[in-house]
């Protein structure tokens, strides 16, 4: 400790002197104020409404084709219409329920399986703790869409076996996470406060140890939120999600691939849609983070 900070410990009166080329400190704008993080909740509300009540905001019936095939964007038909003159638009919108229900019933997948493990291994240690994490090592072993395919095969094909599938090769990132944060707050004197007291271990993992854990493990879900809706577009592109004529964002991008010289709009506006929600929730998973490092 310097001179300076001893003599202003022993004598408030005898402060070291603020350098004047300093200034004064400024405050760091909040993140979750900041206009990045604002555009990010506005594009994932919009996404979430969309979601919810698509009739209400569909101009045309996502089912039902028109006279005119391939009609660029026009104030008629905001994105156009597809290869059998179905509003694309109302498509995107509607196909916003099969990606971002299929990506939050993966979320949920990844996460509970997931923090259940991380909370088992983090506290029973010993063999039961091996085991587990060796099971962990073999799903990060297996590369994500291989292991989602091979889950698909053995399911059968769907929108909700794609979810599960997508769920699954995420459960090893959050036990891993799960399972650092347990062990930082079982060492916690908190919760050897709380053992003294006489709380049992059920009473401390589920009041102390699971609480004051699953802050990063929500910014992680936040984070697979729109992994999930890529891998599931990645999928669903690739014939594995929901069946035509369903929509959804990646079966949207399949079916335009062959006019992709003609009618860039029906691989460009449904591409657009997946790029802003991803990276919305990547932002808002970076806020929730950051809020927890505080």
């Known amino acids: 400790m310097s001179t300076s900070l001893i003599d202003a410990h022993v004598n408030p009166n005898k402060r070291p002197k603020r350098d004047p080329r300093r200034g004064l400190k400024r405050s760091t704008p909040k993140r979750w104020s900041a206009p990045g993080t604002i555009i990010a909740i506005v594009v994932l509300a919009v996404a979430l409404l969309w979601a919810l009540f698509p009739g209400l905001f569909a101009t045309h019936d996502p089912y039902k084709g028109t006279d005119v095939a391939l009609l660029a964007p026009s104030s008629q038909h905001f994105f156009g219409t597809d290869a059998v003159g179905r509003d694309l638009f109302s498509r995107v919108v509607f196909g916003a329920r099969q990606s971002l229900l299929g990506a939050l019933i993966a979320v949920a997948v990844g996460l509970v399986l997931g923090t259940l493990i991380g909370l088992i291994a983090g506290t029973q240690r010993g063999w039961v703790e091996t085991v587990l994490m060796r099971f962990v090592d073999v799903l990060l072993a297996i590369p994500g869409?291989?292991?989602?395919?091979?889950?698909?095969?053995?399911?059968?094909?769907?929108?909700?076996?794609?979810?599960?599938?997508?769920?699954?090769?995420?459960?090893?990132?959050?036990?891993?996470?799960?399972?650092?944060?347990?062990?930082q707050i079982v060492n916690a004197e908190f919760v050897e406060a709380a053992y003294g007291s006489g709380a049992t271990q059920a009473q401390v993992l589920v009041r102390h140890v699971l609480p004051n854990s699953l802050t990063p493990v929500l910014a992680l879900a936040a984070l697979q939120f729109g992994s999930a809706i890529l891998q599931l577009s990645i999928l669903g592109f690739l014939g594995y999600g929901a069946p035509p004529p369903v929509p959804e964002w990646g079966l949207l991008i399949a079916e335009g691939r062959d006019f992709m010289a003609t009618a860039w709009w029906l691989i460009l506006l449904p591409g657009l849609a997946i790029v802003a929600t991803v990276m919305s929730a990547n932002r808002l998973s970076e806020a929730i983070r950051s809020e927890g490092e505080k």
């Not at 889950?151 to 979810?163: C, E, H, P």
């Open 145 to 183: 869409i291989l292991l989602s395919l091979s889950i698909i095969i053995v399911t059968g094909f769907g929108s909700l076996q794609a979810a599960f599938a997508v769920g699954m090769t995420s459960v090893a990132t959050f036990a891993r996470l799960a399972r650092s944060q347990v062990i």
